[in-house]
């Protein structure tokens, strides 16, 4: 079946403008992940979904980030006023669980270039 | 403060010699260790998991706790090795923290 799919693949913004970022999931996983990969650094874990659950949030950079997931499938990352330090790849993954025997799919990404 | 540290940024190793890719971590709680692998032009995928135990693809990596260390090692590299490897630690809150990563480069 299709794994994980996220759009657009590649987005170029202006400074200050907004920007959504768009990640389909696995169809039948509960558990969906936004991670933040900049130049030359590891992957940041941003955010977490899980079931019906409330998200963590506890790794968006600042109150400019914001995620939701809808209807437990489709998950829209969005950064508000953007800035140059936000341009990164940023990584969606799905799980069927969450749990170490979970293994997390994740999808190509989205490069974000904020000029 | 979770912390996942891969010390080398790359790595370049001949065509059967042995290869180790090292991982240190400092977490206060129990941790679980995964190697994530990236080849080229391909998505990120998970490797192994310390808690199964595994062989795969030939890598294995064993979790010393007392030296906060989870290296992963081949004792023959191949040439389809070459890719990116990443260390993470999963807390008990399900955050995964990944360390920057080593680019193994395998020499025919």
């Known amino acids: 079946g299709a794994g994980v799919s996220q759009s657009p693949s590649n987005k170029v913004t202006e400074k200050g403008k907004d920007v959504e970022l768009r990640c389909d999931p696995i169809?039948?996983?509960?558990?969906l992940y936004w991670y933040r990969q900049s130049l030359g650094q590891g992957l940041e874990f941003l955010i977490y979904f899980q079931g019906n659950s409330a998200p963590d949030k506890s790794g968006l950079p600042s109150d400019r980030f914001s995620a939701e997931r809808t209807g437990g499938s489709v998950s829209t990352l969005t950064i508000q006023r953007t800035q140059q330090e936000d341009s990164a790849v940023y990584l969606c993954a799905s799980s069927v669980g969450i749990g170490p025997y979970n293994e997390q799919f994740f999808g190509p990404g989205t490069r974000l270039t904020v000029l | 403060a979770q912390r996942v540290t891969q010390p080398e940024k790359l790595l370049s190793v001949f065509k059967g010699a042995p290869v180790e890719l090292k991982c240190n971590y400092s977490?206060?709680?129990?941790?679980?260790l995964f190697w994530y692998v990236q080849y080229s032009r391909q998505r990120l995928q998970l490797l192994l998991r310390h808690i199964s135990r595994e062989s795969i693809k030939g890598f294995t990596a064993d979790l010393n706790k007392g030296e906060t260390s989870f290296h992963l090692k081949k004792p023959f590299a191949q040439e389809e090795d070459s890719a990116m490897y990443y260390c993470?630690?999963?807390?008990?809150?399900?955050?995964?923290?990944f360390g920057t990563g080593t680019s193994l480069t395998v020499i025919p």
């Open positions: 993470a630690l999963r807390s008990t809150g399900n955050q995964f923290y």
């Open positions: 977490y206060s709680g129990s941790p679980e």
């Open positions: 169809s039948g996983h509960t558990a």
